[in-house]
Nanobody, 116 residues
Framework: VQLVESGGGLVQPGGSLRLSCAASGFAFNTYYMSWVRQAPGKGPEWVSGLSGGSTQSWSADSVKGRFTISRDNAKNTLYLQMNSLKLEDTALYYC??????????RGQGTQVTVSA
């Protein structure tokens, strides 16, 4: 199993980024996948999750209306579209196989920094 994130970077408040998580080594379309973030000095925060067939999703209140999770099972890729970014969205973002609270694999993460 391998999960590789990309798409992070430095962005101004109000800007947008799209994160990607390329999955390999397992039947991607059968697993619930999630995005989790961890800001410096804080614990992990489950940001959003999506079922294998994209029929069930969940998002934290802190990102509802701004972040959208999606997946392309043909490409074995999970996405997180992040709009209206705020300073407090600065964190290391990583994808997991499972929920944000119960998962068996995670990627190394991609850094998102929101700064003026």
């Amino acid at each position: 199993v391998q999960l590789v994130e990309s798409g992070g970077g430095l962005v101004q408040p109000g800007g947008s980024l799209r994160l990607s998580c390329a999955a390999s080594g397992f039947a991607f379309n059968t697993y619930y996948m999630s995005w989790v973030r961890q800001a410096p000095g804080k614990g992990p925060e489950w940001v959003s999750g999506l079922s294998g067939g994209s029929t069930q999703s969940w998002s934290a209140d802190s990102v509802k209306g701004r972040f959208t999770i999606s997946r392309d099972n043909a490409k074995n890729t999970l996405y997180l579209q992040m709009n209206s970014l705020k300073l407090e969205d600065t964190a290391l973002y990583y994808c997991t196989r499972g929920t944000g609270e119960q998962y068996d694999y995670r990627g190394q993460g991609t850094q998102v920094t929101v700064s003026a």
